[in-house]
């Protein structure tokens, strides 16, 4: 397994080669959608795995899944930010989580994402062997109803935005569900991962 980080900006994107196919890992702001296409062209990429349904993981995948002739993939609670552009309210605690879900609730309100109807719903424990890639899928609700993760046979865990690293590791500032948030993080601290790869951070 090679895993190749893509930097959009404040965000990652990921791109995991399995022996004979690959699966990407969000697609970035439409700023950075040349750059992922570039590194996704000769991949052979299978499935977009979109972590949860805000702009920032979002907004390329309509252009990237027509461009790589490729599948899309997001948890049901999330498909009505992909296809029907639903924006969900984030919230915070504290003077600087309220200040950072103030800001992030505008830019969710303020940037669009090209309508889609996802290809595949991903679902807690599904596997990703049919896309080449030896690993599954791994409810991390909270930062939004659908927030999902993927976590690697080998030790991987791609946690989106359930966590971040910034400026160390930590839960998401901004959720839908404080409680739901607090049981993902617990569940990745629990994982014994060899490495977690962060939708936000180092």
Known sequence: MKIETITCGQSNVYLLH????????????????????????????RLIILTHGHFDHCQNAAYLAKQLN?????AKEDVPMLENHQKRQVFGKGI?????AYASNRNICTNEIEAMTPDVILEDGMSLSQYGID???????????????????SGEFFVGDAMQNIPFPAAAWCYEDYEQSRESVALIRSADSKKIFYGHGR
């Open 96 to 100: 600087w989580g309220k200040f950072y």
């Open 18 to 45: 399995g022996n004979h196919a690959a699966v990407l890992v969000d697609t970035g702001t439409a700023a950075y959608k040349e750059k992922v296409l570039k590194c996704c062209q000769n991949a052979n990429v």
């Open 70 to 74: 490729c599948s899309v993939g997001i």
């Open 135 to 153: 690993g599954q899928i791994v409810k991390l609700a909270g930062h939004t109803r659908g927030s999902i993760g993927v976590r690697l046979s």
